[in-house]
């Protein structure tokens, strides 16, 4: 998407109802390119084959909204799906049995990373939902459940090979290897392990975790396996077995540190200039003092701020784009409000209303995330609720 | 609230229904007190006597949920609120007419700071909206929307004293001042600026930022006017002036930079223990493997992350407390985990399901938000939809 398709007015095509009003006088447009996803689920199928290509749409599909993204994943082809959380599963259940792939033969296949509390076993069943268990205590819970359904439930099995966060450890899986019939009670469907550096191909850590990972599989019955994240599916096949989870790069992130970003960009966030500011005295901007000018400046004030997630990490060193220029973020970061330096900018590019880009072509979430000092991750998890949300590209066809 | 209250499982108190199942599955509680907040609102109420205190109840009340926030602060008294845009005005107003206070005589007054932005003008009238107005277009086209509607529509008029990001600017007054009737054309109910470094009190920019508002008001009407947020309610009643608009502190954010924070707490967050794992060989904990753990130790895993709105930039800095200690946040926060080191807690205060306070008395909004290097503003606008909220001291009584 380029600037010019939003107009000069960021609700100029969107008539003159309620929702109009609405979507000008909301903090920003943010534009979701469902298209984009399915683009990026169909490279990444195509470089894991023959592997599975599942994907993670936890934290509401990394803020860009899962029941909206799920049905485009599963329209594109996708049959399993990782969540963190039993809502999540839930909403995810929920929008793929209003899909258009609800009719599909084999009903899609949900995991939840984060395991079953204890005492939900039976509402994970009741949705279909698939923990993935991560200690001897959930296994043994999940094998009552079983009994108590009559036949053994399908789950997964996490196990740590160095993140040291969530899984059986090396002792645990000792233990269980040790007493085969505490799998044989839960129907065993995948293992899993998670990667801690696999945005490094040159990481020793990989390697590392790989080993381990061979290792405490062999000792377990023969199952599935999964290992490779989005930056996992681009360190070979070798890390692919037989099921690939990608998420970041399903949403544009760069899988791979400092190389060329092959996947598609999918979000646009657009602020609102709500007023521009010519200063001609030296002059202070925004929270703190934190900016001065002491020359002539132009200053617009965007209708974004840290409520919306344009994290307060970017005052003084974010930038946005606007009528063909990069424009850097002057001052603080406010909580609804942020100031960019658009003295570069030609006035008539700068009415009240005016569109800026702060996500999208120009701004790519990882330059975002680069200038915030965090990670693409963080930038769309946080991405807030006061914007008019457009999701485009939503795909009609039949299944490829 | 305390530790105990919570009980070792952080669904104890929630019965057996599918709602306990949601609320032992999310990723945290989050409890709100609202009675503390009416309190705040209270407390500076009396302070800033004579002048009216307001309260700012925008993004969504700094995050806690302005639909039950604006009710609680009308119950105790509050008159007149701010929010930013248009959709927290409508919110708001539904809030109030549904609320204990919808039958008093005089309706509440909101304004909205971002202005209205253009066509939205009838909108504003509708909903009983009064944009503080920023520019001098804005109040033509207000004045426009009056001579509509047949008389003159309330709105604020804001004018810049130092802030450089919304209202008019030196310039902007003088041709203000020099053409009255533009005033005249709307029905001008107040004249607010804004304070930049409030909450440093001997900064000089205060006493610049009073000097020029006092001048620039002095050329226009009469009128009501305000000036001190939260932090310029401690600036002392030369900053009161008519009307002070608190927002942050209401909220339990201290509002002097250095100084006892005098306002009751309102926000507890607590995650739940997923997983407690002993490492006693060499190890490394989380994503890039940031964080190396030589002797024997034990890691906590709990529910919380960067997509929650527990900020990335805590890794590796910030703090959580569980079974009566302070403990050290290791390795990088992940999107939907974050791991602390424990060793020093009890293994029986460390169950699955154990509830670790991650805001509250022990972890106060502003430490958290020190630890992130950001203020406790992005804290509370930050917190995250995945929590189970419960709403505490929700005032029944008339108001006071």
Redesign the interface.
Same mark, same amino acid.
């Given at each position: 998407m380029t600037e010019s398709d939003l107009g000069s007015d960021l609700?100029s095509d969107l008539g003159?109802d %309620?929702a109009? &009003?609405?979507a000008? @006088?909301?903090?920003g447009v943010l534009t979701i390119d469902l298209g984009a996803i399915a683009a990026n689920w169909r490279q990444l199928r195509d470089r894991a084959r023959p592997a599975e290509c599942a994907a993670v749409v936890?934290? +509401?599909a990394? !803020?860009l909204g899962a029941a909206r993204v799920v049905p485009a994943l599963a329209a594109a082809g996708c049959q399993t799906f990782f969540v963190?959380?039993? +809502?999540?599963g839930v909403l995810a259940r929920g929008a793929l049995s209003r899909g258009a792939a609800a009719d599909r033969a084999a009903e899609p296949v949900i995991y939840v #990373?984060?395991? @079953?509390?204890?005492?939900?076993e039976a509402?994970f069943a009741r949705w279909r939902l698939r923990p993935v268990l991560?200690?001897l205590?959930e296994i043994d819970a999940w094998a009552a459940a079983s009994r108590a359904a009559g036949h053994p439930l399908p789950a997964a099995l996490h196990l740590?090979t !160095? *993140?040291? $966060? #969530?899984g059986l450890?090396a002792g645990e899986q000792r233990r269980l290897a040790a007493f085969p019939e505490r799998v044989a009670a839960i129907g065993l469907t995948l293992l899993i392990s998670h990667l @801690?550096?696999a945005d490094e191909p040159d990481?020793p *850590?990989n390697g590392e975790q790989r080993r381990r990972f061979t290792a405490a599989a062999a000792m377990l019955p023969a199952c599935r396996r999964s290992f490779a994240n989005s930056s996992g599916v681009f360190l070979g096949p070798a890390y692919h077995l037989q099921l690939v989870r990608p998420g970041a790069a399903l949403y544009g992130i760069a899988p791979t540190a400092g190389a060329p970003n092959p996947m598609a960009g999918v979000v646009a966030l657009h602020g $609102?200039v #709500?007023?521009v $500011?010519?200063?001609d005295t030296p002059? /202070?901007?925004?929270?703190? @003092?934190s900016h001065r &000018?002491d020359g002539p400046t132009r =200053?617009a004030?965007v209708?974004v701020?840290?409520?919306d997630?344009f994290l307060?990490?970017l005052s003084n060193r974010g930038c946005g784009f606007i009528g063909g220029h990069t424009v850097p973020l002057v %001052?603080r970061v406010? *909580?609804? #409000?942020t100031?960019f330096d658009v003295s570069a900018v030609p006035p008539e590019r700068l009415t009240?209303?005016a569109a800026m880009e702060l996500i999208g072509p120009n701004r790519p979430v990882d330059a975002v995330a680069e200038a915030a !000092? /965090? =990670?693409g991750?963080?930038v769309l /998890?946080?991405l807030g $609720?006061?914007y008019h949300r457009v999701y485009r590209g939503e795909m009609k066809a039949v299944p490829c």
């Open positions: 609700g003159s %309620g109009a &009003v609405t000008i @006088a909301a903090q936890k934290a +509401d990394y !803020g963190a959380t039993f +809502d999540e #990373l984060n395991g @079953a509390p204890a005492g939900a509402e991560n200690s205590a740590d !160095g *993140m040291s $966060r #969530l450890d @801690a550096c990481h *850590m $609102r #709500l007023q $500011r010519e200063i002059r /202070t901007v925004g929270y703190g @003092a &000018v =200053i004030t209708s701020g840290y409520a997630g307060r990490s %001052g406010s *909580m609804d #409000l100031t009240a209303g !000092g /965090t =990670i991750y963080e /998890t946080s $609720r006061r």
